[in-house]
């Protein structure tokens, strides 16, 4: 595994990261409790040291596993990232940014973001039993909360950071715009994007903005929830509630197909999957500190960590570079 440090901090996190958004269950059409916990174990004991959740992932069932699955390892080799300011539970009071209607069951939940300081303080006091720990490396906001000045929320991080209850502060997709009005308060240490082949925005942006000002950038969705592992277009089959049914449609998806089967060579020629191959080529790209990746069971765990050991020459990212422009 390799590992890179954290902007200007003093945070050591694996390039694989362990994203644990699926293991939640919700939105993702369930998983099995045993299978998920594994998947963690897996990912510890094969060097992936850094484990990112949030308490919105399975309304607070996520974070719950990880700090189950946490149990008898050394916590100072482990680095917990999670997040605040996505509220389910009716604890705004009516307050925040209405985002969206979650669905559990056959429960319909809205979904506010909220951010105040109390709110966040709250949050993070509640993590922390969940995680089972009584510190967070890196406590990163979900989503910006238009209701609440981001001095404020940066304020509550910075109470946080004294009290040693968070050793980092970030943030989670902000603009560039919004990452420097958050430095004006605290010197936040990463912004937590979506990021993969088939979607590289940050890259102008962003990308410049972190090279010059030491900023980490921890990237979600890099196979985009599954797609870029190419079983969709081999037979793949997807519940009827999970969410990526309609997620897909975004894209056109037979130039996606055309790409994967243009790149598929590389990989079977070091014996590896297209999903290794992908994660790879994103932990390489300019200014990129962290690459989350999903997994559901220990197998797809251990891929993921193994995905690192990839050796791309010149010569093959031009070539997976040339391909993504025809997407």
Request: proline share 2%.
């Amino acid at each position: 595994m390799e590992y890179r440090q954290l902007g200007k901090t003093d945070l050591t996190l694996s390039t694989i990261a362990y994203g644990a958004f699926a293991i939640g269950g919700s939105m993702w059409g369930g998983n099995e409790k045993k299978d998920s916990i594994d998947s963690v174990k897996a990912s510890i004991d094969h060097g992936v040291t850094t484990l990112d959740t949030a308490p919105f992932y399975g309304f607070g069932l996520s974070e719950e596993m990880i700090g189950e699955a946490i149990q008898g390892y050394d916590r100072t080799n482990i680095q917990l990232l999670t997040k605040f300011g996505l509220i389910w539970d009716g604890s705004n009071q009516g307050k925040g940014e209405f985002f969206f209607n979650a669905e559990e069951g056959n429960k319909t939940i809205p979904v506010y973001k909220y951010s105040s300081k109390t709110s966040v303080i709250r949050e993070v006091e509640n993590s922390l039993k969940r995680l089972r720990t009584d510190y967070i490396d890196l406590l990163q906001i979900h989503w910006p909360d238009s209701t609440t000045a981001i001095s404020e929320t940066m304020e509550a991080l910075d109470i946080l950071l004294q009290q040693g209850k968070i050793r980092a502060a970030g943030v989670s997709n902000y603009g560039v715009e919004q990452v420097a009005e958050a430095r004006r308060t605290i010197d936040i240490a990463s912004n937590q994007v979506g990021y993969s082949m088939l979607n590289r925005g940050i890259e102008q942006h962003l990308v410049p903005y972190a090279q010059m000002n030491d900023l980490g950038i921890l990237v979600y969705s890099p196979m985009e929830r599954g797609l870029l592992t190419g079983k969709y277009f081999n037979k793949g089959r997807l519940k009827e509630d999970d969410h990526r049914n309609g997620y897909f449609q975004q894209f056109d998806l037979s130039k996606v197909k055309a790409f994967l089967d243009t790149i598929s060579p590389i990989a079977e020629n070091k014996g590896v999957t297209l999903s290794q191959l992908v994660l790879r080529w994103t932990s390489l790209q300019p200014a990129i500190t962290v690459v989350l990746a999903g997994a559901r069971n220990a197998d797809q765990a251990i891929a993921n960590a193994q995905a690192i050991d990839i050796v791309l020459t010149t010569e093959e990212m031009a070539l997976i570079n040339l391909a993504l422009t025809k997407i």
